[in-house]
């Protein structure tokens, strides 16, 4: 018996624009996750509250980090531009 041939092309699950916009969106997570760190004393007896609670840490941060992962949603759910 002969086997058939298919020419089934190899596609991602994602267009390239996709991807593109979920490194994007994975550089804003890191950012935020870097504008967390900080606030570390040289003397352990000494606690510094104004730099560890700064808006930066406590607030900040925070939002970017939960934005990057609400644009990481819409990367995955944006539907790709088709071509005719």
Not at 64 to 73: A, N, P, Q, S, T
């Amino acid at each position: 018996m002969a086997k058939k041939e298919t020419n089934k092309e190899f596609e991602f699950a994602l267009s390239k624009e996709n991807y593109i916009l979920l490194a994007i969106g994975f550089g804003i997570i890191i950012i935020g996750f870097l504008l967390m760190i900080g606030g570390r004393s040289n003397d352990p007896n000494v606690f510094n509250g104004e730099e560890l609670y700064s808006f930066r840490r406590i607030t900040l941060a925070p939002l970017v980090v939960l934005f990057g992962f609400v644009f990481e949603i819409y990367a995955i759910m944006k539907k790709p531009k088709t071509e005719k």
